[in-house]
């Protein structure tokens, strides 16, 4: 029996890539399957606030039992963690395009170009909410490369891989990325648990 879950998001990568990464012994539904059309408030100051945010807005509003949200961004040393939990609206909108520009920019001439990818998932189940957070680090290059993936992949490379993430293969990127680490012990504690 499949395990129903609706997954705080109307992004048909990042759903396409968690679906990949649980398989079928789950069952994703996104946002608009629920028809919920409204954007979820992401006011918190941290990934864990924006993750819990998401999975008790539908519990409120939408009387989901079993849900999980998450909240990802890109944490760059040389900038003092930004562009953190801004990752999607860096530059003041949520084109990617520009944000990616933003941070280019923010980076020229520097020589520490580490950085990292993080991922926290809030998993609200039968009444109870539990977290589980991947990160993977890296660096940011000073080109983009790469058409594959999505936010910032194009200028980061993982550490100890020659390729940034948009280079990369859905499924090489996601043996390795932030969320496949988050996701992955999301169903792992899944897997012991009867619904």
Sequence with gaps: MK???????????????????????FLLQSLSE???HEDIPET???????A????????????VINCFGDDSGLLI???????GVYSARYSGSRD????????MQRMAGKANRSARFKTVISLYLNGAQYFFEGSVEGTIIEEQ??????????????LGATKTFAEMSASDKNAI???SIAIGKMVDFLKDIKL
């Design 44 to 50: 918190g100051v941290t990934f864990h606030e924006n």
């Design 145 to 158: 490369r790469g058409t594959e993936g999505f936010g910032y992949d194009p200028i980061f490379i993982p």
């Design 52 to 63: 819990k945010q998401k999975t008790d807005y539908l519990v409120k509003n939408y009387q």
């Design 3 to 25: 395990i129903e879950l609706v997954f705080a998001t109307n992004n048909a990568h990042k759903l396409g890539e968690v679906q990949a990464m649980v398989g079928d012994k």
């Design 177 to 179: 990325s932030h969320r």
């Design 77 to 83: 040393d040389a900038l003092d963690g930004e562009p």
């Design 96 to 103: 990617m395009a520009a944000n990616i520009n933003l941070v």
């Design 34 to 36: 629920i028809n919920c």
